[in-house]
């Protein structure tokens, strides 16, 4: 099983300096083999291999203009190359977008392999530094002198903190948790985060709304201050550490909810939404993305797969909030206003969110007696993105 550990690192001054011309020989890099990529397409009509971008970057270092290639470690620029190569066999499987110019005013990352670094008794030497790179460990119950990282990434954000993931392979993989038989369909939204099958209620924190004033102060000041000067840096960097506390806040709240989720319930059932088709509706574009739900589902999924649970997907166009928990019947139409609502056949009183979540739960028992989740219709996804649904039920196709 392959994971990672991410560390705060504190590199002394000779050690900044060595990184930062390092990320900015990995920027020159990356940016002129795509220009040549581009050129040669576009003149040629010719497609690049990862074996010709090697050469063209031999090449480049003896071309003269270049020396200064030679005083950092070769490894990551070779390891951007490959990166490259990938985000563009990615960009044509349809799984991203184009590869895109590097800029110096965003993350800057360059990444070390096992020939550009050393591990060891749980200290980390780099290539073209004669001292260890300090960092601080978090995870108790491991002994860094233990590890054996295949890959190092050194990171530096915009608001100036440096990070380290040590990637390896560990052969055993984790314990099954223990099984209790319970299960948990689960109504993510934007009032509640989540709500759950069982009644309970996740409230949203909202933490960019609970920014927002603050982030628009220090917009307010950075706009002011004249482009290029070292104020407007300064400005910048105050931006980006509030951005930063919104981020880490809302990944420590997904995290914590995600893994409470995963320890407490067996089987999670949840719906398959579109978020990004809806986050294209400007009234709730930003309270969607504060929500985080791509990313809760993404650490469900993997979770879910580590730990022995299991994570059924329904259809997203399943009317969950529509369908009587009680009887099963259809209402014709529900507006997203209204909240409660009575059964017109058993006349049972509905929270819509709990009400909704009752229903994925019965969905997700029903197709997991065929041992498969439950995938979008092939049609759905032309369909107007909205969380919730005018149509009827439909049945799933189960994956293989």
């Known amino acids: 099983m392959r994971t990672a550990y991410k560390v705060r690192v504190y590199p002394t001054t000779e050690q900044a300096a060595v990184l930062n011309r390092t990320f900015g020989c990995v920027r020159l890099v990356w940016n002129t083999v795509l220009a040549w990529r581009q050129a040669r397409y576009r003149n040629e009509s010719e497609t690049t291999s990862y074996a010709q971008s090697d050469r063209y970057l031999t090449e480049l270092k003896r071309d003269g203009g270049h020396d200064f290639l030679y005083e950092v470690s070769s490894v990551p620029l070779q390891q951007a190359l490959r990166h490259q190569h990938t985000a563009f066999a990615n960009f044509f499987a349809g799984r991203a977008k184009y590869p895109r110019f590097k800029s110096r005013h965003g993350r800057q990352s360059a990444t070390y392999t096992r020939s550009a670094f050393r591990w060891r008794d749980g ?72 709500v759950l099958s069982t009644g309970q209620k996740v ?66 059932v949840i719906e398959d939404l579109n978020v990004k088709g809806m986050v294209r509706n400007r009234h709730l574009a930003r ?4 929500a985080g739900w791509g990313e809760f589902r993404r ?50 009183r509905h929270d819509r969110d709990v009400n909704a979540a009752k229903n994925i739960l019965a969905a997700g028992r029903a197709v997991s007696a065929c041992g498969a989740d439950v995938s979008p219709q092939g049609s759905s996804l032309r369909r107007s993105a909205v969380k919730q649904e005018t149509q009827p039920a439909r049945g799933g196709i189960p994956r293989p």
Request: some cysteine; hydrophobic content about 35%.
């Open 203 to 268: 409230t949203n924190p909202r933490h960019l709304e609970r920014k927002a004033r603050n982030l628009a102060r220090y917009q307010r000041r950075m706009a002011r201050k004249q482009r290029g000067s070292n104020n407007r840096a300064k400005a910048k960097a105050k931006v980006a550490r509030a951005h930063t506390k919104v981020r880490d806040a809302r990944a420590d709240f997904l995290h914590r909810t995600s893994t409470r989720l995963v320890r407490d319930h067996d089987v999670i």
């Open 287 to 290: 309270a969607i993305s504060d």
């Open 299 to 348: 650490q469900l999924e993997y979770k879910t797969q580590r730990y022995g649970r299991r994570l059924v997907v329904i259809d997203r166009w399943y009317p969950s909030s529509k369908t009587c928990s009680a009887c099963g019947h259809l209402l014709a139409a529900l507006s997203l206003s209204t909240r409660h609502w009575s059964c017109p056949d058993c006349g049972t």
């Open 123 to 194: 200290r980390l030497f780099l290539a073209k530094m004669d001292h260890p790179l300090a960092f601080v460990w978090s995870w108790p119950a491991v002994d860094p002198a233990t590890i054996n990282p295949t890959t190092v990434t050194i990171t530096r954000d915009v608001d100036g903190r440096w990070y380290a993931s040590l990637a390896m392979e560990e052969a055993a993989e984790p314990e099954p948790l223990p099984t209790g038989g319970a299960s948990a369909g689960i109504d993510l939204g934007v009032t509640d985060f989540a």
